[in-house]
């Protein structure tokens, strides 16, 4: 089977295109990432050739649906893959520019439990290509926004798949032209990936998930910590820090009774202020595998407040395509683990 259009490189291109003129290979390349273009939008490429290209770098993604939600605002596509993998893309879109929220992986192994994700299991690593022709889907449909942000937000846990990940950051930035600031990269704390991503030259964000502050709660909210404790994730995010000047994230998505409360707070601030690292709230997300529900408003304000008492830099995340299972930690591709009941709040 032919390599999908954006799983090729430039050197796969160009011997695509023996033959032809050699600046076509550069014409070719600059239209599928500078101008997001299909081949049969290549206008200034011959009709022959076009049809030609169009058959030898099929896409990647095959569309099986697409919803809206906040009146068009929020966009979710369920895609299938070569091998009949599905993944979910997520494109928030706002007056003058655009975030996608990409897939690494169809499914992932990290099981939190409560992201329904992890309920549903590990089935393939993404390549570079899916990866990237995820961002291009975006772009085209963003416009005439201009697409401002790509976060590794979606299924799957981007430093598991590490080399496609970061194949797909340098493309992103080399080749479709976004900065490295607007690209962020979250991870449950693969220790070994955070250490890595403090090596590369190109100055991505950074977001851990931590959502428990204290490991014998975070052993059960996020399995891996049994494996990187949360010292060891501190340790790998001191360094990333050092190497690049960035500022961290920590995501915490607040689930009532679980870790809501001040206790909660003051330990989170502890592991946050010494990285002066922000911490983005979010209620917790109803997913099908998982019983309790997210903190209410007001007391998701008043962890806020109590964090920024504590002198700790905190925002609370605006929730969008909650109705359409797109918002952080709903993405699972049709696929319902069977064996759970299924629980959901109203509303
Ligand atoms: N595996 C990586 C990339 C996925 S990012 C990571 O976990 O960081 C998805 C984000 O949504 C993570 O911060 C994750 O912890 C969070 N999340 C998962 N389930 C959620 C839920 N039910 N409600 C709100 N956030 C959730």
Redesign the pocket.
Known sequence: MAASRYDLDRAALAALLAGEPAYRARQVWDGLHRRAAEPAEMTDLPAALRTRLDEALPPALTLVAESTSDGGDTVKWLWRLAGGDRVETVLMLYPDRATV?VS?QAG?A?A?G?????QAGFSRHLTTGEIVEQVVRAVRRARPRRLSNV??????????NYDATWAAVERIHDDLGLSARSIT?????VVPGIRRLATESLPVNL???L?AANDALRDEL?PLNRRYPIAAVSEACREWIAATGRRLSF?W?LIAGVNDRFSDAAELAAVALPLRAHV?L??????PG?ATP?TPPARVRAFRDRLRAHGVNATIRR?RGTDIDA?????AAGSRPAAVEVVRRPG
């Open positions: 929220c690494s992932c990290m939190c409560f992201c329904a994700t992890g976060v590794f937000m979606g299924m799957g846990e981007p430093l598991a990269v979250s991870t449950v704390g977001a851990v998930s959502h996020v995501e998505a983005n979010i209620p917790l997300n109803p997913t998982y997210g929730n918002a952080c930690g709903q993405l």
